[in-house]
């Protein structure tokens, strides 16, 4: 299902799977966007509920009109999501992403 998820002075354009399998979320690179996931759907689909984004000013999802945060936005998504704790797969940006949003919550 696609659909749009606020965040703190804008939003991003999300997918989720749904269902009742564990959930996975995908962060894309800078490079790219939540479709550089498209050739593993299919296989990641068939055992996990697979959560991606697209974050502000890639693919689908708008520009930034004010300053942001990956990390708050990712925390923003996995709360909309009503995800305590999940895996993170992440690729150069999204891998960042997801470092700093665990080292957070370590410090936190």
């Known amino acids: 299902m696609e659909l749009t998820v606020p965040v703190s002075g804008g939003e ?37 509920r697979v959560i991606r984004y697209d974050v502000r000013g890639y693919g689908r999802s708008p520009k930034p009109t004010v300053p942001y945060s990956l990390r708050d936005d ?12 999940v895996p993170l797969v992440g690729c150069s940006m999204g891998g960042g992403t997801a470092m700093s949003l665990a080292l957070a919550a370590r410090k936190g």
């Open 12 to 48: 991003v354009w999300a997918d989720d799977t749904g269902g009742d399998k564990p959930p996975v979320v995908l962060l894309h690179p800078g490079v790219g966007d939540s479709r550089v996931w498209d050739p593993v759907l299919p296989k990641l689909t068939e055992h996990h």
């Open 74 to 85: 990712l925390a923003t998504v996995l709360d909309h999501f009503e995800l305590r704790s």
